[in-house]
């Protein structure tokens, strides 16, 4: 069985990138097959996981609008993951499919087609786009869940209440059984109240859970994207990694817990 995940807050910024490729690298230590899916034509995720997007002949944009192979177009990445790269191309996917009659599910039918693959993966890891337009939809309703990486900022919350009116019309519209599983304190700086105060206001404002444990801010981040390697490579004993491995692990136990039925 498939768990898809969704990592998504219209914030740019927040870290979704860097989780998405932290948490995919901790789940692959501990075993698990990963698909990660670039879905920002900054294509940041696929640069950071030593990718050249500029040499990429196919992206998950040929996959989105062309129906090419997703096969045909995954790579097997350093960090024991495979990757659905994106080009810059994909800022052309999101007005090609706003045209299209069930643009909301394209995503969905990939996943689908992977899942009933023979080599389906155990996790297919979403990183979405910072807005809330078609590829966002598409991510939410191809997912099990969504996961908000949140920066806890006094303004943080802003973009929270408008990304759950999202997540409701994607229940009621195009994916029913859609769970948020929480939020994921990011660059959390622990020696201050504030962030505390800021995640436990957003969290009962909003009613969501919290993800543990909070992702320190630290520098070594900054460094891993230019090697290529999420900071579970380059900084292999860091904070900040052990904090994505602990992560990791909760999010197992998580996709393990009953679904609500819808
Ligand atoms: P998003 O995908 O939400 O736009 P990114 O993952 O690209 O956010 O992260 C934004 C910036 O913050 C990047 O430069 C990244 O290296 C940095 N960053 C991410 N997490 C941390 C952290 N825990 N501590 C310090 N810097 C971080
Ligand atoms: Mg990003």
Partial sequence: MTTTLAIANQKGGVAKTTSVASIGAALAELGHTVLLVDLDPQAC????????????ELSVHHVLTQGVDPLEVVIETDDGVDLLPA?????RAEADLLTRTGREHVLRGVVEALEEAD???????LDCPPS??????????????VLV???????SHRGVGQLLDTVHDVRRFTNRD??????????????????????????????????EPPIPKTIKFAEAPAAGRSILA???????????RAVAANLVTRSQRPRATA
């Fill in 87 to 91: 080009t810059i191309e994909l800022a």
């Fill in 119 to 125: 080599a389906g993966y155990d996790w297919v890891l």
């Fill in 178 to 211: 859609l769970e948020v599983w929480g939020v994921l304190p990011t660059l959390y700086d622990g020696r201050t109240n504030h962030a505390r105060t800021v995640l436990e206001t957003i969290s009962q404002t909003y009613d969501l859970e919290v993800v």
């Fill in 149 to 155: 990486p949140l920066q806890c900022e006094t303004l």
């Fill in 45 to 56: 995720l696929t640069f950071s996981l030593g990718i050249d997007p500029e040499v990429l």
């Fill in 132 to 145: 809330l337009g078609v590829l966002t939809v598409a991510a939410l309703t191809a997912a099990d869940g």
């Fill in 234 to 244: 380059t900084s292999r004993t860091s904070k900040g990694a052990q904090a994505y």
